[in-house]
C-alpha cells in the first residue's frame, strides 16, 4: 500500500500521532487494548501517590510505548513510508 492510502484511510487534518494510533487500533491484533492500557498506566502516573509508584508506571509506560513504536513501524513499513 501507499502513503496516500494511508491518508485517505485515516486523514490528512489530524495530528501524526493521532492517525497512527487510528491504525494501531483499526490494524494490530491488540491494538485497542494496548492503547486503552497505555492512557491507563500514564493517568494513574499523574496521579500516583509516590516516588516509588510513579517509579514503576513510568517502567510500565515506557515498556507500553515501545510496544506502540513497534505496530506504528509495522504501520509504516505496510504503507511504505
Known amino acids: 500500500m501507499s502513503k496516500e492510502k494511508f491518508i485517505e484511510k485515516y ?3 489530524r495530528k501524526s500521532k493521532a492517525r497512527f ?24 502516573r499523574s496521579r500516583a501517590g509516590s516516588k ?18 513497534a505496530m506504528v513501524v509495522g504501520i509504516r513499513e505496510d504503507y511504505n513510508f
Open 52 to 69: 516509588e509508584e510513579a517509579y514503576r508506571l513510568r517502567t510500565i509506560e515506557d515498556r507500553l510505548q515501545g510496544i506502540r513504536d
Open 11 to 13: 486523514g490528512v487534518n
Open 21 to 44: 494510533n487510528m491504525a494501531i487500533r483499526a490494524e494490530c491484533k491488540g491494538g485497542n487494548r494496548l492503547l486503552d492500557t497505555l492512557e491507563l498506566v500514564s493517568s494513574m
